[in-house]
């Protein structure tokens, strides 16, 4: 199996058998894990019942096992998360000044013997040679994703320092979440704006948990196509993954009732779906950490809009919103033509 040690050392942390290994990556990357492979696994039946069999029964693995290394091999993009998750936060730093907490909408939200390999200090425990073990896949994981990538979407900052420093747990302001949103530079030649990037006011139930919602579109020369890009920022992880959760469900009951069709691409982020609605019209969400980015493409008559161009749109949008959760100023862009 490509992801074998990944999965035994996940498994084993979910489980409970594995206490050594997630105490020497330390309580709040095991909880990390915990949380993404949960997060993963919670949008399909066979990933909720793994998780359901193993949680009423720690030693009954096989079947989660299984659905994780079938997931791991079908979304590089997990793999690559879920490996750097495991090898936790590097080694503490001065926190730099307006980096303990961020203030959107006025409220404020704050922030033995070893083997060393890297800048990583592992318990030199049967846990902690577990996680050296999973931090040689997690190297190759991301070394993959990288060329992988490079395809679709331009980033010109360091991937790999930018890999090492992932956060997922960052809250966005207004003008992070106005970063995130493309410019002219991020898309291809001849891209049109058709709205101006804006922070309208939050309109819905949910609001409470919300910080900072931005949006904007632009028309694709050609092919008399448009796409919209909707960023939001949460409160917290678990309030944009539980938003995410709903809104998942009443998607699906809309592809039940045959009111929308279930669009099928790679997943992106740690939680996605995309579909295609009755007017011809696609849209795909993702969720990354705090923040779930949305993005809509209108086709013409004659002519859908391109699943491949969605997915490269979607792509780039997810790396930004990632890059606005490390700190960094977005980079992400689509470096090919598309229509």
């Not at 704050?110 to 425990?125: E, F, K, V, Y």
């Not at 982020?269 to 493409?297: K, Y």
């Amino acid at each position: 199996m490509e992801y074998a040690g990944l999965t035994s050392a996940v498994v084993d942390i979910l489980s409970g058998a594995g206490r050594g290994a997630a105490e020497s990556i330390g309580a709040g990357a095991g909880t990390a894990v915990s949380d993404l492979v949960r997060a993963r696994l919670g949008t399909t039946e066979q990933g909720r019942a793994a998780l359901a069999g193993v949680d009423a029964d720690p030693g009954a693995t096989d079947g989660l096992r299984a659905v994780l290394g079938d997931t791991l091999a079908a979304d590089p993009d997990f793999a690559g998360r879920l490996a750097v998750a495991l090898a936790g936060p590097p080694p503490a730093v001065p926190a730099p000044q307006g980096r303990n907490g961020a203030v959107a909408n006025g409220r404020s939200r704050p922030r033995n013997s070893t083997i060393s390999l890297g800048p990583l200090a592992i318990s030199q425990s049967p846990g902690g040679y577990a996680v050296a073990a999973i931090l040689a896949v997690a190297v190759a994981v991301l070394a993959f994703q990288v060329i992988r990538g490079g395809a679709e979407v331009q980033d010109r900052s360091d991937s790999a320092q930018r890999a090492g420093r992932m956060d997922l747990t960052a809250v966005l302001t207004e003008e992070q979440v106005r970063s995130v949103l493309p410019d002219s530079q991020s898309l291809p030649t001849g891209w049109s704006q058709e709205q101006e990037a804006t922070i309208p006011p939050c309109d819905g139930d949910y609001c409470d948990e919300v910080l900072a919602v931005g949006e904007t579109s632009y028309d694709i020369p050609g092919v008399g196509h448009r796409a919209r890009f909707v960023v939001v920022a949460w409160s917290s992880t678990e309030a944009a993954h539980r938003y995410f959760a709903e809104a998942t469900e009443r998607q699906e009951a809309d592809i039940e009732a045959g009111d929308h069709s279930r669009l099928t691409l790679p997943a992106i982020g740690e939680e996605s779906f995309a579909m295609q609605l009755q007017d011809a019209s696609v849209e795909t969400a993702v969720r990354v950490g705090t923040v779930i980015v949305v993005v809509d493409g209108w086709g013409s008559d004659s002519r859908r809009f391109d699943p491949a161009t969605l997915e490269a749109l979607t792509r780039m949008m997810a790396e930004r919103a990632q890059q606005a959760q490390n700190g960094e100023t977005p980079t992400a862009a689509v470096t090919q033509p598309l229509g």
